[in-house]
């Protein structure tokens, strides 16, 4: 069975049985592909073991550069290329520099923070992405199981599912169209059908 094709979908109404769903299907052995919810769920990445994200570490590394930056340019600015005395201040007044260098600090680090989270996530424009179920996005917590990438059954996965609570459970197999879909299609889609239940296809 190939990996990221086939999985054994659950829907969770409530955030409290989600959690206690994910302890308890991890806890038996069960891989979870991904969570989906329409409203951030306090510590689920924990629950998930997610380890912790070195986005923080990328936006010191952006915004130093948006420092340096700031600090080099208007030095050569105000200090080689175009030297100025205003108000009888030295050409390289390193205070008058600070509110120009925050700015550029937080540009940088913002935009680089953006950028790099789509590259690494694969979230550029022509992506079209993978929706298990629309109503994640609007009253219920999805759960999807790739079930090449456990080595329980079928049939073990969704008894497991239906012991947690899970309220609808439904497999569903990813075309070649869903896979690499066309993006304005995507759009279209999105833009006619909305977030709206009914929109959902099932396999």
């Not at 789509?118 to 109503?135: A, K, S």
């Not at 994640?136 to 456990?150: E, F, G, R």
């Not at 879909?181 to 889609?189: E, Q």
Request: proline share 4%; aromatic share 12%; charged share 25%.
């Amino acid at each position: 069975m190939e990996k990221n094709r086939h999985f054994l979908v659950g829907i969770f109404n409530d955030e409290d049985i989600l959690i206690d769903a994910v302890k308890k299907i991890r806890a038996k052995g069960i891989t979870i592909h991904e969570v989906y919810t329409p409203y951030p769920v306090h510590h689920l990445e924990d629950h998930l073991g997610y380890k912790r994200s070195w986005m923080p570490k990328a936006a010191f590394m952006f915004g130093l550069t948006g420092t340096i930056c700031a600090i080099v340019m208007q030095t050569y600015m105000l200090g080689i290329d175009w030297p100025m005395i205003i108000g009888g201040k030295s050409y390289i007044a390193i205070p008058d520099f600070v509110p120009v260098s925050f700015e550029m600090t937080v540009l940088f680090a913002s935009f680089g923070m953006a950028f790099t989270f789509f590259f690494v996530r694969n979230l550029l424009p022509h992506r079209v992405p993978i929706i298990f179920d629309r109503r994640a996005s609007d009253d219920k917590h999805v759960m999807a199981i790739d079930l090449a990438a456990n080595s329980f059954s079928e049939s073990e996965i969704r008894k497991v599912l239906q012991e947690v609570q899970a309220e609808e459970i439904y497999r569903k197999d990813l075309t070649e169209e869903e896979l690499k879909g066309n993006f304005i299609t995507y759009l279209v889609d999105l833009f006619t059908n909305g977030v709206t239940s009914s929109s959902r296809k099932l396999n």
